[in-house]
C-alpha cells in the first residue's frame, strides 16, 4: 500500500518568512496530492491540490510543487502570518483508492513567531 | 450551504461497549468516507461509501463497520471497543464518485473516549 512520509514533525519561522514542509510517497501510481490545514480544535480543511501531470500550482502565497521521479511533493508558503500557524497534513491516493484510501502523512506543526 | 456535520460531538464509552456515530454530508454530495485521527498515528482511512455502497474499506478490524443510506448520510458502528479506540472520527464528503482523488470536505468530527 502506499506510504506517506512527511517532514518535518515541527516548523518554528519568524512573520514574515517562509516554510517548507516535503512530503515523500512510495506508490509510483499515485496521480492525486492534496495537502490539508488544521487549525487547533477545527476541522481539517484543503488549501491546495495537485494532480501528477502537473508540476507545480500556487494560489497567492502557497505554492507546492511535485517531482514524480523523486516522488516526492512539497508545500511552500511564503510572507508566513500569525493565521498561518497550524497543522499541515500532506496526502497521496492512488487511482484504485484501495485499502488506502486517501493516505495522509503525521503532519507539520508549523509555528509562526511574532 | 450546510457543512458536514457529525453527530454526536463527543462521546464516553466503556471497554466492550459499542458505539454508532453518525455524518450527514454536504448536500449533493454522495460520497462519503471515514477516518481515524489519533496524535501518533494521524490521520488513517476507515471506509468509503457512494450511493450506499461500500467501495474502499481500510485496514481496520471487522469491529469496525459503516453504512450509507439512500439520503447519503453514513454511519460508522464500533463494536467491542477497546482502550485504543480513543480517537478523533472525522467523517469526509465529497462531490466527485470517488472520494480518495478529489477534495474533502470534513466535519467537525466525533471524539470518542473509551474508558
Known amino acids: 500500500g502506499e506510504n506517506v512520509e512527511q517532514h518535518p514533525s515541527t516548523l518554528s519561522v519568524q512573520e514574515g518568512d517562509s516554510a517548507v514542509i516535503k512530503c515523500t510517497y512510495s506508490?509510483?501510481?499515485?496521480?492525486?496530492f492534496p495537502w490539508y490545514k488544521q487549525e487547533l480544535g477545527k476541522r481539517p480543511q484543503l488549501i491546495i491540490d495537485?494532480?501528477?501531470?502537473?508540476g507545480e500550482k500556487k494560489d497567492q502565497r502557497i505554492a507546492v510543487t511535485l517531482n514524480k521521479t523523486a516522488k516526492h511533493f512539497s508545500l511552500h508558503i511564503t510572507e508566513t502570518q500569525p493565521e498561518d500557524s497550524a497543522v499541515y497534513f500532506c496526502?497521496?491516493?492512488?487511482?484504485?483508492?484501495?485499502?488506502?484510501?486517501?493516505?495522509f502523512g503525521k503532519g507539520t506543526h508549523l509555528i509562526i513567531q511574532p | 450551504k450546510a457543512g458536514v456535520t457529525q453527530t454526536p460531538r463527543y462521546l464516553i464509552k466503556t471497554r466492550g461497549q459499542q458505539v454508532t456515530l453518525s455524518c450527514s454530508p454536504i448536500?449533493?454530495?454522495?460520497?462519503v468516507s471515514w477516518y481515524q485521527q489519533t496524535p501518533g498515528q494521524g490521520l488513517q482511512f476507515l471506509f468509503e461509501?457512494?450511493?450506499?455502497?461500500?467501495?474502499n474499506k481500510g485496514n481496520f478490524p471487522g469491529r469496525f463497520s459503516g453504512r450509507q443510506f439512500s439520503n447519503s448520510r453514513s454511519e460508522m458502528n464500533v463494536s467491542t471497543l477497546e482502550l485504543g479506540d480513543s480517537a478523533l472520527y472525522l467523517c469526509?464528503?465529497?462531490?466527485?464518485?470517488?472520494?480518495?482523488?478529489?477534495?474533502?470536505?470534513f466535519g467537525n468530527g466525533t471524539r470518542l473516549t473509551v474508558t
Open positions: 469526509a464528503s465529497s462531490l466527485a464518485q470517488s472520494s480518495y482523488n478529489s477534495p474533502l470536505h
Open positions: 506508490d509510483s501510481a499515485s496521480n492525486y
Open positions: 495537485i494532480r501528477s501531470n502537473v
Open positions: 496526502a497521496a491516493s492512488s487511482p484504485g483508492g484501495g485499502a488506502d484510501g486517501l493516505t
Open positions: 448536500s449533493g454530495h454522495r460520497s
Open positions: 461509501y457512494f450511493s450506499e455502497t461500500q467501495r
